[in-house]
């Protein structure tokens, strides 16, 4: 078995186990759901660091060795990026990040993206979760602006299967999912059972 496909497995395994939970929430998108994704239990945490750097990397690399940036809306892309960035510096072909505020900065630079974005041509958009596709388009909107950027696609780590793959596609960039919702819920219903 291949390092990359051990490292996937070892992924979903943690995300099924650590980020997934089931009860009552609402949503950033202010939908109500009987199960929530807090990725950042996976994503802020040392081993799911490593094994997201490595994947992501991985599959960045498949869509086009060309990419130099990545980048999405804080906090959600944040981890994302931090170990992808090491990853691939690590592995001599480095990627810059970039973060995109909320809203942009109140006082000094009044910037709406923190990084080197003057290194960045290509970007993929990150982010940890989707379900409408709200942040990620939002992040898609902010990096737009700069011209000298192309964006390149979109990857998440979890899909929520509610339409934001669609809304996102609607829009013209293509998006890389490494997992969907009703494999983590399958996995850890059976594994509960």
Known sequence: ???????????????????????????????????????????????????IGNVFFHEIQKIDPEIDGIGGLTMGADPICDAVSLI??????????????????????????????????????????????GSTLKAIDVISDYKNIEIAGVMVLVDREEGGRENIEKRGFKVVSLFKKSELIDYAKNKKS
């Open 88 to 133: 691939s510096y690590m592995k001599e072909h480095p990627i810059e990040t970039i973060i995109v505020r909320k809203e942009p900065k109140k006082h000094g630079t009044k910037k709406d993206i923190e990084g080197n974005i003057e290194d960045i041509s290509k970007v993929i958009v990150i982010d940890d979760v989707i379900t409408t596709g």
């Open 1 to 51: 078995m291949d390092e990359i496909k051990q490292y996937r497995e070892r992924l979903f395994e943690l995300l099924a186990e650590r980020s997934l939970s089931f009860g009552h929430f609402v949503l950033t998108s202010g939908k109500t759901s009987d199960y929530y994704f807090d990725c950042k239990k996976v994503t802020r945490y040392s081993e799911g660091k490593f094994f």
